[in-house]
């Protein structure tokens, strides 16, 4: 896929508006990496916007990524990309976004930001101001009091049904051994990145930390630590330099497996395969 003129021409007008100054889109590179929606560098000189497309029905998806990046920003804690516009024009859904280059830093330093995010933030209840999205599956979010029960109904228990939809034959039963599991941990609710892998996560070319990406609740600041610990992982230096900070529990890695069946139920739910044989082994072993 291409961006059309038409969209091109509003992309280069949003840019301008921000920049203030004539931005007129020279070349566009199509940009690897992303499962759920094509991305683009819009490019004129030096200067480069990110966007990125999809064709869902409704925006629904880019606008709640939108207040999520921008939720972050206002924290202060963490880098995030620049939230330029995003609307549904030309036929598809658009969420454009200051580009951010890559570059080298120091996982110490990622590390105690993100505890730093966990630190200063806080709610009484656990959940959201509206329901988000992790990748293209609906990310329910009503505020809860009880952790135990916003984890098992709202995170797993939903995961779980989607799951059942395609046929995975999973019991009932987790939901209400999740609940028993974390019966005793009623943490504080902070803000969460909520889809932290090292796919989400990076270095700007001055070495700064910065994340994307973010599926953001109030809810138990273990969650995004056991996610930097799926699919690939996070260096050591990043928990040293949180521990620094903010220091898990020495529990945390009981808590673990429990948190990360929510990332693996919907990676099953989003692309099949061999997630489900995983999200079985994983639920025996909480079982």
């Given amino acids: 896929m291409t961006i ?6 509003i992309l280069n007008e949003h840019i301008s508006n921000y920049l203030g100054y004539a931005f007129d889109t020279e070349y566009i590179d199509t940009l690897v990496g992303g499962d759920i929606n094509q991305a683009f560098a819009l ?13 869902d029905d409704e925006n629904t998806n880019f606008l709640a990524e939108a207040l999520n990046l921008q939720v972050l920003k206002e924290a202060g804690c963490l880098k995030v990309p620049a939230v330029i516009a995003t609307d549904h ?3 598809c859904n658009y969420l454009l976004l200051e580009y951010i280059a ?3 830093g120091k996982w110490n330093e990622f590390g105690r930001q993100l505890a730093q995010l966990h630190k200063t933030t ?3 209840h656990f959940g959201w101001s509206q329901n988000n999205f992790i990748g293209r599956t609906l990310q329910v979010n009503h505020w809860q009091a009880n952790w135990s029960e916003f984890f098992a109904e709202q995170r797993i228990g939903v995961q779980l049904e989607l799951a059942n939809q395609q046929g995975a034959a999973l019991s009932e039963e987790i939901i209400n051994t999740i609940k028993l599991l974390l019966a005793d941990h009623q943490p504080e609710a902070v803000l969460l990145h909520g889809d932290l892998w090292s796919g989400n996560a990076g270095f700007t070319a001055d070495g700064e930390p910065y994340c994307y990406d973010p599926a953001c609740y109030y809810g138990d600041r273990e969650t995004d630590i056991a996610m930097t610990e799926l699919f690939g992982g996070f260096p050591q230096e990043f928990y040293t330099g949180y521990n620094q900070v903010f220091p898990l529990s020495e529990d945390y890695v009981l808590r673990r497996p429990i948190y990360n069946l929510y990332h693996l ?3 099953y739910n989003l692309f099949g395969g061999h997630y489900l044989h995983q999200v079985k082994q994983s639920i025996k072993q909480l079982m």
């Avoid at 059309?4 to 021409?9: D, R, V």
């Avoid at 004129?44 to 916007?49: A, L, P």
């Avoid at 990110?50 to 064709?55: G, R, S, Y």
């Fill in 43 to 55: 490019r004129q000189g030096d200067v480069s916007f990110f966007v990125k497309i999809n064709h």
């Fill in 122 to 124: 806080n709610k009484t």
């Fill in 265 to 267: 139920m919907n990676h």
């Fill in 4 to 9: 059309s003129s038409g969209l091109k021409s």
């Fill in 89 to 91: 024009e030309c036929g």
């Fill in 102 to 104: 890559p570059g080298i």
